[in-house]
């Protein structure tokens, strides 16, 4: 999908959808039959309720900031149009997630059925995994995921922006073949300081901040990170004994500091990370554009936006509001 073949706005009734292939606090997102001006790959989101003016702004305002990004296949469901019926905004158009984040897991029944791989299977225990089909990651494939994703989530902070609702449901890997990461509900992302702050349960901040930080983000990778090197889906501190390699632990544990002054940034997290898991990127291999740390140059904007002043900045707070939700929301997703 390209910006260049997808119209920014389309109509539901224009659209057909097939299967139901995931479902949030938001609403559900459904396959789509590629039609005229839809291309094939891609997904609506349907909201199951009336969106405020600040949600309709902040995603009218991502669709067009997709048109100045060269996205390619980087690692993000990001909104490419929106859907209108009867001239309200009820969805948006996304890509797919590419095939390797899907997954055959044995149901109960002894059935197979294909499912989007979450990050959430890298928290089961072995025994869990064995159950369902699903080959269990070795601490080396974890640090190389949890570099993949320290990598995507620090490229939209080079573009001052917050992706938000991070947890292990929103975030999909792959470890058979080039590992990566793919990250959903992408149309919760936001310029820093905007009043829109999006959180699943058990995944907060403890500052409980009223705009969105990118400190907020550092904290929940910080929060992912000692569950899935601990396997644990519940924890809140590191794994102690070999759990956590030497070169992880106070980088991880300033991130999981309540204050969020005293968090490091998303570059000191990815410098840590890519010294314990340098990554198949790193041999010059040909990898698709979703693997572990593209290449430089993968997300850009063609227009680059002026910097702040000091006086808007706010000491990295983020205390202004901008293009992406003007107005005061808070929301809180009904999945962890």
């Not at 920014?8 to 299967?19: A, E, F, I, P, S």
């Not at 005229?36 to 600040?54: D, E, F, H, I, T």
């Not at 048109?67 to 948006?92: C, F, H, I, K, S």
């Amino acid at each position: 999908m390209t910006s260049t073949t997808t119209p920014r706005t389309l109509r539901l009734r224009d659209l057909v959808l097939t299967d139901e292939i995931g479902d949030g606090g938001e609403g559900t997102v459904h396959d789509i039959q590629a039609t005229r001006g839809v291309p094939a790959g891609a997904v609506l989101k349907r909201y199951q309720r009336n969106l405020s003016p600040a949600r309709v702004d902040q995603l009218d305002a991502l669709v067009a900031l997709r048109a100045q990004l060269r996205l390619g296949m980087a690692p993000y469901a990001w909104p490419e149009a929106t859907v209108l019926e009867d001239g309200l905004l009820v969805g948006v158009l996304m890509p797919r997630a590419p095939d390797p984040f899907w997954v055959e897991v044995t149901l109960r029944s002894g059935g197979r059925q294909q499912r989007l791989r979450e990050v959430q299977y890298l928290l089961f225990p072995a025994e869990k995994l064995a159950r369902l089909g699903i080959a269990f990651a070795t601490l080396p494939e974890r640090l190389e995921l949890l570099a993949a994703l320290a990598a995507a989530v620090g490229r939209l902070h080079d573009l001052g922006l917050v992706y938000g609702d991070l947890s292990a449901r929103n975030v999909l890997y792959a470890t058979d073949g080039p590992i990566g990461v793919f990250l959903l509900d992408c149309d919760g992302i936001v310029e820093e300081g905007a009043r829109y702050v999006v959180d699943s349960p058990d995944w907060t901040d403890p500052a409980a901040p009223e705009v969105a930080m990118r400190a907020t983000d550092v904290h929940k990778l910080g929060l992912l990170a000692a569950r899935v090197l601990a396997v644990d889906p519940t924890t809140r501190t590191l794994p102690g004994g070999g759990g956590t390699p030497a070169v992880l632990r106070d980088v991880l544990s300033a991130a999981l500091d309540p204050s969020p002054s005293a968090r490091p940034d998303i570059f000191e997290l990815q410098q840590a990370l890519g010294r314990c898991a340098p990554g198949p990127a790193d041999s010059g291999a040909d990898l698709p554009r979703w693997a572990l740390r593209p290449p430089a140059g993968e997300l850009v904007l063609l227009s680059i936006p002026e910097p702040r002043r000091p006086e808007e900045d706010g000491g990295g707070r983020g205390s202004r509001s901008g293009r992406f939700g003007r107005r005061g929301v808070r929301s809180r997703r009904g999945r962890s």
